[in-house]
C-alpha cells in the first residue's frame, strides 16, 4: 500500500507558487529544498498522505528536460467546498462531474486544478 504521494509540479516561480497554495489552500511547508547552483525546491503538505514538491521550469529545463512538460492534472477532494469556491480567486462555476460537484480554480501562473466536493 502506498503510504504517501508526493506531486511533483513545475512552475516559473517557486515563492509565489508556494504563498498562493499556503495562504489559498492552507498547505504547509514541509520541507524547504537546496539544489545545485542555488536553486531552490519546497514541499508543501496538502493533507497527511499527499505533498506537492515545487521546483523551477528553469532548474528542470537544466537538469532534468525530458520531464519539463509533464503536467498534472489534480482533482482535489475537500470538505469546504463551498468555503473556497467562494474564497479562492479565479474560480469557475460549480458543476457535476459524474455526480460529483467540482469547480477548477487557477494559480497566479495560469496552471488549472480542480476541487471536488468530499462525500
Do not use: C
Not at 53 to 70: G, H
Not at 87 to 98: E, F, H, R, S, W
Amino acid at each position: 500500500m502506498i503510504a504517501k504521494t508526493r506531486i511533483m509540479f513545475y512552475v516559473d516561480n517557486v515563492q509565489t507558487i508556494s504563498e498562493f497554495w499556503q495562504t489559498n489552500l492552507k498547505a504547509q511547508v514541509v520541507e524547504n529544498l537546496e539544489l545545485p547552483e542555488k536553486f531552490v525546491g519546497t514541499v508543501l503538505q496538502l493533507s497527511p498522505t499527499t505533498e506537492l514538491a515545487l521546483f523551477s521550469k528553469e532548474f528542470i529545463r537544466k537538469y532534468s528536460p525530458e520531464v519539463l512538460d509533464n503536467l498534472p492534472s489534480l482533482m482535489l477532494f475537500v470538505d469546504n467546498f463551498e468555503q473556497l469556491h467562494a474564497q479562492l480567486p479565479n474560480t469557475g462555476v460549480i458543476m457535476a462531474d459524474n455526480d460529483i460537484a467540482t469547480f477548477n480554480f487557477s494559480d497566479p501562473e495560469g496552471n488549472y486544478f480542480v476541487i471536488a466536493k468530499n462525500s
